[in-house]
């Protein structure tokens, strides 16, 4: 089909331009809904992959010498409460020890003082000239 008028030619070049241009807007928007959509459902481009598996490697890694740490900190702390009850139970034996001398020492130094009167009223006693 031959076209007599180039004016109307021309329009029509426009015109099927025009209609490309749509064409191609709307694709390139529907690609994009279509990115977000895959993003929003969890799908992530190689390079975030990436980034993530890194992420993730150093932060397992980080993990692993905080929990190695933990540990660590747990057993002393574990063996400190351990050595604070062997004290405790050490002081608790000294103490009754402490105790029992002190009493022992009391009893003794009545039985000093009772001889040292006796021997204090021997001593100055009215039989001592009989001695």
């Known amino acids: 089909m ?8 021309h329009r029509l070049d426009d015109d099927s331009l025009k209609q490309q241009e749509l064409l191609y807007h709307q694709d390139f928007f529907v690609q994009q809904l ?4 895959r993003r929003a459902q969890g799908e992530r481009s190689d390079e ?26 747990t057993g002393h702390v ?6 604070a009850k062997y004290a405790r139970r050490r002081l608790e034996v000294v103490e009754k ?4 001398a002190q009493n022992a020492i009391a009893e ?8 040292v009167c ?6 100055n006693s ?3 000239s009989f001695v």
């Open 97 to 100: 020890k402490r105790e029992s």
């Open 48 to 73: 975030e992959k990436q980034i993530l598996t890194q992420r993730i490697e150093e932060l397992t890694k980080s993990l692993d010498a905080i929990t190695t740490k933990w540990n660590l900190l």
């Open 126 to 128: 009215p039989f001592r």
């Open 78 to 83: 574990k063996r400190s409460q351990d050595e």
């Open 34 to 37: 279509d990115r977000k959509l």
């Open 2 to 9: 031959f076209f007599s008028n180039p004016n109307h030619a």
């Open 108 to 115: 003794l130094t009545l039985y000093i003082d009772s001889a």
């Open 118 to 123: 006796c021997l204090v009223n021997l001593f």
